[in-house]
């Protein structure tokens, strides 16, 4: 028997943001304890060319939704892209986990062979079958930007470790 695309997709990108916001969790405690505003690690960076922690949790967010607009056919939330501290970065994983959760399964389920055209830059496309935008670009992305921040909070000294990256809150 195979599997579905959207216990391919669903359950996958359900559980890496419910674990990013648990490291957004232990980030908010770790600045309390150690006593310094949690904005710096919002700005911290990796590389002077990636981009900031806030923005791989916005990018997290918006691939998931994406992938599950792109396969449902549904339009996804649109949000401002205004978050700049982690309770506002909180609200974004859980809004976007709300959507994720509302859409039916069988929206996704079928879509394997359905062309998925999506922007890749500033002014190019690319087009690929539901089953392979899925495996080989949205999921690695999603997977991309949590591992990218979780790889900020713990340089910057925020214990986290490998349970808290695939468990979560259950670690």
Partial sequence: MSIS?????????QTMLSNLNHLLGKAQAHAEVKKFDPIVLTQYRLAPDMLPFSRQVLIACDA???????LSGLEAPK????????????????KTLEWIGSVPSSDLDGSELKS??????????????GENY??????????????????????????????????????
Wanted: charged residues 20%; positive net charge.
């Fill in 5 to 13: 695309m959207s216990s391919a997709s669903l359950p996958v990108l």
């Fill in 64 to 70: 998931a939704k994406l992938c599950v607009s792109r």
């Fill in 79 to 94: 949000f401002d892209d205004t978050e700049t501290n982690l309770n506002d970065l909180m609200v974004r994983i859980q």
């Fill in 116 to 129: 998925i055209t999506f922007p890749v830059g500033k002014d190019k496309t690319r087009t690929m079958t």
């Fill in 134 to 171: 899925l495996k080989h670009w949205a999921l690695p992305n999603v997977f991309f930007h949590v591992t990218t921040a979780y790889a900020i909070l713990r340089h910057n000294g925020v214990e986290v470790g490998k349970a808290d990256y695939l468990l979560g809150a259950d670690a």
